[in-house]
């Protein structure tokens, strides 16, 4: 099946009913169509939607591909200076804007982050923009740590090889949280069991934790401490209403600086290398340029990758995608 859900491109042709979009027009591509009709989708949660429709998830291919149908309500305009790549890492950042939204973060909070690849690094930097003062990054690789220092995280700590309750102290130490009793709100961006568990140590009382990671369908759960607390928890699953435009509306700020994730550019022709090189830890992002486009392998990113070369080629539908 064709892979690919986080992806950018421009405007072939629109259907006769669509007035929001014309040929030319980029857009960051919203990768899931729901019924709009079912409970979920009538109460605003049409993420929840039974039948929903989701890019490179079977029976559906995705997005790696010249040219991509969608509905034009779940196409989103970018801004003039928001550039196609940057329109590709939406997605991720709209799954983060979604979790930060479950944990109801207000300003002067502290939050901690279990996990620092992608969505986490993105979790903590929408964390900042919502006005939390303390954003603490927890990973068991030093690098990924280094890189959410030099992001967005005001502190980092890298968990040791201790009991869930040893990890949660030696946090709470490190990051100056023993006056609050833990964080106001800890997200979970990894899926990994001893995470969970020490999240639940990590929160305060009556604080608020998201579970924003997949991980194994069952896991040992420190049922007490969420009881004793009396915590809020929270599940949550890509984005709802509202999520891509806020996430768009981020970026086009400057209030998340998407581009920092991106380490290059490769050729359609090299997307499975790209995938293997996301798969081995040797990147955080890369970006697949879409088969219609004619680009070199490039370190960093490679703005000419965006307009130059989709204005050359005016039938370039797809930007490709990232992974």
Not at 166 to 175: F, G, K, M, Q
Not at 185 to 193: L, R
Request: glycine share 10%; charged share 20%.
């Amino acid at each position: 099946m064709v892979l690919g859900h986080e992806s950018a491109g421009t405007v072939v042709s629109v259907g006769n009913a669509v007035t929001s979009l014309k040929a030319g027009d980029r857009v960051a591509l919203e990768p899931g169509y729901p019924c709009r009709r079912c409970s979920p989708c009538l109460s605003g949660h049409y993420n929840l939607c039974p039948d929903m429709r989701f890019a490179a998830t079977p029976p559906y291919d995705g997005t790696l591909t010249g040219f991509w149908t969608a509905p034009s309500d779940f196409c989103y305009k970018l801004p003039e200076n928001v550039s196609l790549q940057e329109g590709a890492l939406i997605e991720p950042l709209a799954v983060a804007v979604h979790i930060t939204k479950q944990g109801n973060i207000q300003p002067g909070q502290s939050v901690v982050i279990m996990g620092a690849g992608p969505v986490g690094l993105l979790c903590g930097a929408v964390a900042k923009a919502y006005g939390a003062s303390k954003v603490i990054a927890v990973d068991i690789v030093q690098s990924k740590l280094d890189f959410a220092k030099s992001f967005t995280a005001t502190h980092t700590y890298l968990s040791q090889r201790v009991s869930p309750e040893e990890n949660a102290r030696n946090l709470i130490e490190a990051a100056d949280l023993v006056e609050n009793g833990g964080a106001d709100c800890v997200i979970d961006a990894s899926g990994a069991e001893p995470s969970i568990q020490a999240s639940l140590h990590i929160v305060r009382m009556g604080g608020t934790y998201v579970q924003g990671g997949m991980g194994k369908d069952n896991i040992t759960f420190p049922i007490m401490a969420l009881c004793l607390k009396e915590v809020t928890a929270k599940g949550s699953f890509r984005y709802g209403s509202g999520d891509y435009k806020l996430a768009i509306d981020l970026v086009a700020s400057g209030k998340v600086d998407v581009k920092k994730l991106v380490n290059g550019v490769v050729p359609f022709k090299k997307a499975e290398e790209a995938f293997q090189k996301v798969k081995e830890g040797q990147v955080i992002k890369i970006l697949i340029a879409g088969p219609n486009e004619k680009v070199e392998e490039s370190e960093g990113l490679d703005t000419s990758v965006d307009e130059k070369k989709l204005k050359e080629n005016e039938k370039a539908s797809a930007a490709g995608g990232c992974c």
